[in-house]
């Protein structure tokens, strides 16, 4: 009997000892919710048409026409974007190479046909707004930013709207970021982040959500999203056209010298 019992007591401080350990170790982190987010099945490359509408506080909007290709190279990506429409646009490419290499800043070049010349994007560049959009350069590639800029901290499950997410605020390592934390949902499901808050000094200034998603050749993607700036209540509306992936993009549309010349 004593030798019953003194096992069971033995069999229960091991459940003690194991079991917090266990619970600690699948405990999820903040930067294991944005490496899900980095690492979500897109393709090795995808092409497709966006639609940009800007829409004032008035109301009126300006439509935007472009066309998207990006490939992966590991963890590190390419993308190009070229407008096709209004005719005051046309022929503006913008080129990204964004890298996972703890940090290592991304390269971008914008080329303005008008100006005929490549102008490259860096340090506090990345903040200006994209084109007359709500959208920054260091936001155009939604969820792609390197994940060692910020300190990611987990809050937490929540719904947001339809989708059950993953609570997330990251904190800019660099202090002179004007965006001083992002809070981020990302979808359970997809690994896509469906809603966003940016907050600067002067408290929540924009706010990025995913208004649908669709599925296309087995990959997940946003079909429409919004970013709204809540200091000038402008807001800026995305479409995201049928997507075609793992086309085999050839690597010679990723170079600088094509952005000029077409």
């Known amino acids: 009997m004593h030798c019953s019992i003194r096992g069971m007591l033995a069999a229960l401080a091991l459940l003690l000892l194991v079991t917090p350990l266990s619970a600690k170790a699948e405990e ?50 390419k993308a190009i974007i070229v407008f096709n ?43 200006d707004f994209f084109m007359g959009s709500d959208f920054t350069y260091d936001d155009i590639d939604m969820g792609r930013r390197n994940i060692s800029k910020d300190t990611h901290t987990y809050l937490g499950e929540e719904s947001r709207g339809s989708y059950e997410c993953w609570k997330v605020e990251s904190v800019p390592v660099d202090k002179d970021d004007p965006v001083r934390r992002r809070v981020l949902w990302v979808d359970k499901k997809t690994c896509i982040p469906v809603y966003l808050e940016y907050y600067t000094d ?21 079909k429409s999203s919004r970013m709204r700036n809540l ?25 600088v010298a094509v952005l000029q010349r077409g």
């Open 28 to 77: 999820l982190t903040g930067t294991d919710v944005i490496t899900k987010m980095r690492m979500r099945p897109d393709g090795e490359d995808r092409k497709g048409t966006v639609s940009m509408t800007l829409v004032n506080r008035r109301g009126a909007k300006r439509v935007r026409v472009m066309e998207q290709v990006a490939k992966d190279y590991g963890m590190d990506r």
């Open 85 to 127: 429409e209004p005719a005051d646009v046309r022929g503006t490419r913008f080129l990204s190479w964004t890298y996972d290499e703890p940090g290592r800043d991304d390269d971008k070049w914008l080329y303005i046909p008008s100006m005929k010349k490549v102008r490259r994007i860096s340090g506090a560049a990345n903040n």
């Open 202 to 222: 002067k408290g929540l200034s924009r706010v990025y959500e995913v208004l649908e998603l669709q599925k296309q050749q087995g990959f997940w993607n946003v």
């Open 231 to 255: 200091e000038t209540e402008h807001q800026t509306l995305m479409e995201f056209g049928p997507f075609v992936y793992d086309r085999g993009v050839d690597d010679n549309l990723f170079q």
